[in-house]
């Protein structure tokens, strides 16, 4: 079955940085559209930033000019570097893999605590 495992979350200070990372196994990588999102507590999930199968990236607001999605077909992986980090980001970060006319699949999630 479809398994997509994210590393990478933490403890930062305010104003740090953290890469997480989504790699993807038993499915045809290159061709989803791979996205973060983020939830804290007491608050809907969230998009935080999306790539496409092509390398077109969107972001929230929020984040722009802080954060960074990139992905690597061959890795099977997609990345989100966070700069600048704030408490605000802090929240249990998922990995999404979407195509059209399939079933979305969801990592079990990251959790990014952002304090001093």
Request: charged share 20%; net charge positive; glycine share 10%.
């Amino acid at each position: 079955q479809v398994q997509l495992v994210e590393s990478g979350g933490g403890l930062v200070q305010p104003g740090g940085s953290l890469r997480l990372s989504c790699r993807a196994s038993r499915i045809n990588f290159s061709i989803y559209a791979m996205g973060w999102y983020r939830q804290a507590p007491g608050k809907q999930r969230e998009l935080v930033a999306t790539i496409t199968s092509e390398g077109s990236t969107n972001y929230a607001d929020a984040v722009k000019g802080r954060f960074t999605i990139s992905r690597d077909n061959v890795k099977n992986t997609v990345y989100l570097q966070m700069n600048s980090l704030k408490p605000e980001d802090t929240a249990v970060y998922y990995c999404n893999a979407a195509f059209k006319g399939s079933r979305d699949y969801w990592g079990q999630g990251t959790q990014v605590t952002v304090s001093s």
